[in-house]
Each structure stands twice: as C-alpha cells, then as structure tokens.
C-alpha cells in the first residue's frame, strides 16, 4: 500500500515533536520544572499555520536585530544567529541558552550583513 499523497485540496502538515503545555497561561513552567516533570507530545499542525508564525516570529526578531548597533569599538557585527523552537501546539518561541534542551532542538537562524 502506498501512502496517500497530499492533493491541492489537502492541506499539508508537519508533524511537531515538543513539550507539552500542562500548566497553560504559566511563562514561567520551564525554569520550574525538573526535568522527569517534562512530557512530549507530538501533534500535527498546518505548513500555512506553521509558515505563518515562522514569518512573524523573523519578522520581530529582525526589527530587534536592526536596531542593535553595527559597530563595538573596534568590532563590527556582521552576523546575528538565533535558535528557535516550535512547541507541540506550533508556538514559536526563542530558545534560550540556560535550559536543559537548550541547543539540542530547534531552528537556526543565521542573518548576516550583506
């Protein structure tokens, strides 16, 4: 059997492997927890949805990049990398360095100055 492939009709998704938000409203979860605390949840969410709040997460974080200064003394920035996780629910968020998970998943971003 052959699996089904998706038609202009279909809409297409992308499978998401990531926490799952058991404490909804609470920013704060992730400093808090242990990590046996921690499940995963794997969900599908639209490639439209997922492309849309890709686009608006570069989109902020490229006002952000813009309006840090391009030179530090004798050094210039000429490149910005951030990482970015999607969660299991599709949210988009900015993967800090302290976690846990830090730099074991996500997206990778990389702008440089041309």
Partial sequence: ???SQPTPDTPRTISVLGLEDTDQGRTDRMALRRLEEWRAAR????A???QSRLGDFVATMR???ASLSQEAGEFQLNEVTFSAEVSAKGTVSLLGSGGE????AGITFTFTRG
């Fill in 1 to 3: 059997m052959t699996p």
């Fill in 63 to 65: 006002g952000v990049i």
């Fill in 48 to 50: 439209e949805e997922l």
């Fill in 101 to 104: 998970l830090a730099g074991q």
């Fill in 43 to 46: 969900t599908e969410i639209s």
